[in-house]
């Protein structure tokens, strides 16, 4: 069936470093692929998503890239801040039936260091 | 405008009880989407609602978990009876439209249940 690998599992960083994120998709049909943040006890929040016809976009300090040759995609945050400290989960959607059923990854703890 | 809305947000119940979540999507949105989420994993989706049909059921366990969206809003999801590996956070979400181009999913607080 389809998957999502998503690694690492946990991350810390220094304030103010860059963190990346990297996940690998099995389903080739795959064409969009968000990135959701969630904070402990709170409910996952999209904080950008790619779709298949792009291969890199940015928000301020976020970025994603995707290769579709290599069915993965990444997420960079830059410049890092305590507030970033969050479990990211990433989601692929396959193509078939056209649900918009997503795969989520295992999630990276994600911890920023003051 | 309104997110999504789940009740009741904890839930504590004995293995081999009943227990039902509700979900009130956005105003609007017709795709709706029940998942469930164990403690240090991604959510697994179990369920998905276009308007009040199910799209995708093929990850729910049928034989204890049933779900409805009788009038294309509003859904509960029942387990009965429940098991200790149901203990996880339930969560609810809804998007504008799932086919044919997935649109963004909105996701509730969700419901924590702990099956004793």
């Known amino acids: 069936g389809e998957n999502v690998e998503q690694h690492p599992s946990t991350l810390s960083v220094q304030e103010g470093d860059s963190a990346v994120i990297k996940c690998t998709y099995s389903?080739?049909?795959?064409?969009?692929f968000p990135w959701y943040k969630q904070e402990l006890g709170k409910r996952p929040q999209l904080i950008i998503d790619?779709?298949?016809?792009?291969g890199e976009k940015k928000d301020q300090r976020i970025a994603v890239t995707l290769n579709k040759t290599a069915k993965h995609f990444s997420l960079h945050i830059t410049e890092t801040q305590p507030e970033d400290s969050a479990v990211y989960f990433c989601?692929?959607?396959?193509?078939?039936?056209?649900?918009?059923?997503?795969?989520f990854g295992q999630g990276t703890t994600l911890q920023v260091k003051p | 405008e309104a997110g999504v809305a789940q009740s009741p947000r904890y839930k504590i119940i004995e293995k081999r009880q009943s227990v039902a979540f509700w979900c009130n999507p956005i105003?609007?949105?017709?795709?709706l989407y029940w998942y469930q989420q164990i403690l240090g994993q991604g959510p697994k989706l179990l369920i998905q609602f276009q308007n009040n049909g199910v799209v995708d059921d093929s990850q729910l366990p049928k034989d204890r978990f049933s779900a409805e969206r009788l009038k294309g809003v509003d859904s509960t999801l029942k387990i009965q009876p429940a098991k200790l590996e149901d203990s996880a956070v339930y969560l609810c979400?809804?998007?504008?439209?799932?086919?044919?181009?997935?649109?963004?999913?909105?996701f509730g607080p969700g419901t924590r249940l702990t099956v004793t």
């Open positions: 105003s609007g949105h017709a795709t």
């Open positions: 979400a809804s998007s504008f439209a799932g086919t044919p181009d997935p649109y963004e999913q909105y």
């Open positions: 389903d080739s049909a795959s064409n969009y």
């Open positions: 790619i779709r298949s016809n792009v």
């Open positions: 989601a692929a959607t396959p193509l078939w039936g056209n649900t918009g059923k997503l795969i």
